[in-house]
């Protein structure tokens, strides 16, 4: 029996009848399925963060490098994704690969973190960004214009219009996923549409009409981070990669993806590639339309880039179109999250009600309402220690899942890709090395959220000798 079909039937051992009766359905093609990875990549990291790398490295050139860089890194992770998506082609991602191989207590780990940092946390980013958007059009509705502030710098939590707009665009949307995948799969499909166009036209007519200059890229800002540029350069991949995370978004709905040993690959690696030129045109864009100083630091880059390039008017045209393309991330994110908790309360390692499927809908409904309360209490805190936090958290277990490679490989009936195959183990230990030298000094130089972030893992430790180690049949 295949590993897939030995997961599924302890599944369903493991699962109340009440439960078994209604379940998920196989239908995303690979449109669908592209469309999920290029609606979660793109968003909350290009649109935001290019902005604090410029005041980390100062280079522009420095800035693009590391677009570059991270774009290699995902597609080694998306690559050996692909292969395990194959043999595991079921709902759930890292909760499934830990799962089969370190163990019951990494995989509920994995989907414990995967809550907070992996969709509740860029949730709420992607919803702030959103705010500072329409910001553009009502400066009271930025991130920098809160009403209230509890505590101090990174340990603070902020209250004001961006809080109350992003809070409502994610109960706009938890409410939308409740009623079935098939019908946030048309809208996300015309979100995620309308998102490629945004960059696209934005591109195009900031390079053939925008007023910009190719000059600024011989200017330097000054840095704002005290660590050596090697040092800071490291750190800023974490701050990329977030702008990445959403490669391995597909493998999170296998369960529901048609004929996944077709469809994962191809849908991880185009969309993947899809997101890479995109992030390379928008880099450029950025600083052919604006200063490195004037960049400095600044949430909606994006904004800035049309504004400088257009005018006003224009500028406020594209501030409105990005804003809606940063409503796909929200969507997407919330769209795949409860399928990872999903899979664990199905498999007794979550709270039994996250595994209920609504009968007619057939969606976890009860997931998808605690992912939505956690994410609008997220839009409380500041948003660059958001950003590490997220990246931090997610690279600990994307390199852990990419090491569980070397391990399933030994197994006979594992079936392995040519693209992973291809000077074996170059992809998977690449990703590897790169990971951990980001882990190892997120905690030396970024000790706040990074410490936050092992926090949440330790936390999911302890929950999983509470929680975890119950039978399903007596939660």
């Not at 949730?123 to 991130?143: C, E, H, M, R, V």
Request: aromatic content about 14%; proline content about 5%.
């Amino acid at each position: 029996m295949r590993e897939y079909e030995i997961y599924r039937a302890a599944a369903n051992a493991m699962t109340p009848s009440t439960t078994r009766t209604a379940r998920l359905v196989r239908q995303l093609g690979f449109f669908s399925a592209t469309a999920l990875v290029v609606s979660n990549m793109i968003g909350t990291g290009i649109f935001t963060t290019s902005g604090f790398l410029v005041g980390d490295l100062g280079d522009p050139k420095l800035v693009v490098l590391v677009w570059f860089a991270g774009a290699l890194f995902a597609i080694c992770g998306a690559l050996t994704y692909s292969e395990l998506g194959v043999n595991f082609p079921s709902s759930g991602g890292e909760y499934v690969y830990l799962t089969r191989a370190f163990g019951p207590a990494w995989g509920f780990m994995s989907g414990w973190v995967s809550f907070f940092a992996g969709f509740s946390a860029p949730i709420a980013a992607a919803a702030l960004a959103f705010s500072d958007y329409i910001g553009y059009f009502n400066p009271a509705l930025k991130q920098a214009n809160e009403a209230f502030v509890i505590g101090s710098a990174a340990f603070s939590l902020r209250i004001g219009g961006a809080q109350l707009v992003a809070s409502a665009l994610i109960a706009a949307f938890t409410l939308l996923n409740l009623f079935g995948v098939g019908r946030v799969a048309r809208v996300q499909n015309t979100l995620t549409g309308t998102k490629l166009v945004v960059i696209g036209g934005l591109i195009v007519a900031g390079f053939a009409f925008g007023t910009g200059s190719w000059e600024h890229f011989r200017m330097h800002a000054v840095r704002t981070d005290p660590n050596p540029l090697p040092v800071a350069f490291v750190i800023s991949l974490i701050w990329v990669m977030v702008g990445y995370s959403g490669w391995n978004a597909a493998t999170y709905v296998g369960e529901e993806i048609r004929e996944p040993e077709r469809t994962l690959p191809a849908s991880l690696a185009a969309g993947t590639a899809i997101v890479t030129a995109a992030y390379f045109g928008l880099n450029l864009l950025f600083f052919y339309a604006a200063e490195p100083d004037q960049m400095k630091n600044v949430v909606a880059v994006g904004s800035l880039a049309a504004k400088n390039l257009f005018g006003a008017n224009v500028g406020g045209l594209f501030s409105a179109l990005m804003a809606v393309s940063l409503m796909s991330t929200v969507n997407a994110m919330i769209t795949i999250g409860p399928r990872v908790y999903y899979a664990m309360a199905h498999n007794g390692a979550f709270f039994r009600s996250a595994a209920m499927v609504h009968p007619r809908w057939h969606t976890p409904v009860v997931a998808i309402l605690l992912q939505g309360a956690c994410a609008i209490l997220m839009t409380l805190t500041p948003f660059p220690e958001l950003i590490i936090y997220i990246g931090f958290s997610l690279t600990v277990f994307t390199v852990l899942a990419v090491a569980s490679i070397f391990m399933f490989r030994k197994r006979a009936e594992w079936q392995t890709i040519p693209a992973v195959n291809f000077l074996f183990p170059l992809v998977p230990a690449a990703y590897i090395v790169v990971g951990i030298c980001m882990i190892v000094w997120g905690v030396i130089w970024r000790p706040a959220p990074s410490i936050a972030a092992l926090a949440t893992i330790a936390a999911g430790a302890a929950a999983y000798q509470r929680i975890g180690r119950t039978p399903a049949t007596s939660q």
